[in-house]
């Protein structure tokens, strides 16, 4: 990590660079004409939402906050507030290291959450309980993001990414209200969209007092989309910080209630889509030839998809039984356990001797997180289709803890030298081990740009 937190920002000023205007004040032309365009669609989709919510069941949870009517805060005197988005459980995950950090140093900055997903309302107020409020993000909608900051008046807005809302950031221009960016990363599919709306995207960049990037080339990339150089760090991410390390202690309770064999292997395909379980059991049932103790875990990304898997594998004859049907007094033995549970994946990872991390196998993929498993201290291993993990990937491979398989049989292959290694599986547990404590502390130092910035 580097780039110490300004004693005395520039950016604290609120945006006060001024952008320079496109030429012909093409640019201005152009957000004024999206602003208008937004207040009309606004007349259109408010009630278009709201039919869809009444009978998908889809985004009803708090249905009035994705119109702006999120909680109307109440400040002290001379109070400052933080306005944290973050979009899903990921995010979450990683602003509440940083959350705690600033609610410990600093307790009477006033702290709200929002978040776009249900998976992330419920890990907000999990992971997140002393924020002063936690609710959806308004839509990006002209109407909707003035009426939410007229309620909340933040001091600072910090996005947990790049996914920019340019309502949102055109707004807090207007009110002279600094946005700032932290684990930010731009995918080479983003960097092509913001490139096609360039002359927006500069002058709304330029109004960040902080744009925090996971490496050198998201530093480059935001750089060259026009953030001024002088206010883009690189920050690291403070995923490292959020990860839960499960004890030795827990992680033999755990086996035994799995009823996993002591003496036995587990393999944890996590955050499996479609079409992956069929690859992971095919490879599986080939390593039971070799290995007949060996356990697998399937957890699916999404719990709606049990049903499905569960068919496939009647369907194949294949044994298995479901983790909330596991009978704590049944005798061990090596077994398929399907995860219809929620939050235990972390957890799951702890009694793997070598975990498979989905979502990557089939295109367009993308990746889930790998750092779980390497935070259990496990070597992992994902398919070629993780373009939004790309970094952390290439950072595992050269370090030996991070394996590409992309079929039945490489990851039969792959999952069997792993295992025949004896001698090799304990080092690389403790050169994982050893990469994420190496990796720890962005969090401490996001907390200090966020306290800079609201001097």
């Given at each position: 990590m580097n780039g110490k937190p300004p004693a005395k920002q520039p950016a604290n000023t609120r945006g006060t660079e001024a952008p320079k205007k496109a030429k012909g004040g093409q640019a201005d032309k152009k957000i004024a004409f999206l602003k208008i365009v937004s207040k009309v669609a606004a007349l259109v989709i408010m009630p278009a939402f709201t039919m869809h919510s009444l009978f998908t069941g889809k985004k009803w949870r708090g249905l009035k906050d994705h119109f702006g009517w999120v909680p109307l805060v109440e400040k002290k005197p001379g109070q400052k507030l933080v306005w944290m988005h973050a979009l899903s459980l990921g995010e979450v995950n990683g602003a509440a290291p940083v959350l705690k950090i600033l609610r410990d140093k600093r307790p009477h900055i006033m702290i709200v959450v929002s978040v776009t997903t249900d998976a992330g309302y419920d890990a907000a107020h999990r992971l997140i309980p002393f924020a002063d409020h936690i609710f959806f993000h308004p839509l990006d909608c002209w109407p909707f993001i003035n009426r939410a900051l007229d309620r909340i008046k933040p001091d600072l807005y910090v996005l947990t990414d790049t996914g920019f809302w340019p309502s949102m950031l055109m707004n807090l221009k207007d009110r002279r209200i600094p946005p700032m960016v932290f684990n930010g990363r731009i995918s080479e599919k983003s960097q092509a969209r913001y490139k096609r709306v360039a002359a927006m995207v500069k002058p709304l960049l330029?109004?960040?007092?902080?744009?925090?990037?996971?490496?050198?080339?998201?530093?480059?990339?935001?750089?060259?989309?026009?953030?001024?150089?002088?206010?883009?760090?690189?920050?690291g991410d403070t995923k490292f910080d959020a990860l839960q390390i499960v004890s030795a202690s827990e992680r033999v309770r755990l086996r035994e209630r799995f009823r996993f064999p002591p003496d036995g292997q587990v393999l944890v395909a996590g955050s499996t889509h479609a079409g992956e379980e069929k690859i992971c059991v095919e490879a599986y049932l080939k390593l039971r030839r070799k290995f007949p103790k060996l356990s697998m875990v399937i957890a699916p990304r999404r719990l709606e998809r049990v049903g499905e898997i569960v068919k496939f594998l009647i369907k194949e004859n294949v044994k298995f039984v479901l983790r909330s049907q596991i009978d704590p007094r049944s005798k061990p033995m090596a077994n398929i356990v399907v995860l219809d549970t929620l939050g235990e994946l972390t957890k799951v990872y702890a009694i793997a001797d070598v975990a498979f991390v989905g979502r990557s196998l089939n295109a367009p993929g993308g990746g889930h997180n790998l750092l779980e498993p390497v935070a259990q201290c496990k070597p992992v291993l994902h398919g070629p289709y993780i373009e939004n993990n790309q970094k952390i990937a290439s950072e595992l491979k050269a370090q030996g803890l991070a394996f590409t398989v992309s079929d039945d049989q490489t990851l039969f292959a792959a999952v069997r030298k792993l295992l025949l290694d004896t001698d090799e599986l304990p080092k690389l547990q403790e050169k994982a081990n050893a990469y994420v404590q190496s990796k720890r502390g962005s969090s401490l130092e996001i907390a200090k740009y966020i306290v800079a910035i609201l001097k």
């Open positions: 330029q109004s960040f007092a902080v744009i925090c990037m996971q490496s050198e080339r998201g530093r480059t990339t935001i750089q060259n989309l026009g953030a001024p150089p002088n206010r883009v760090r690189i920050v």
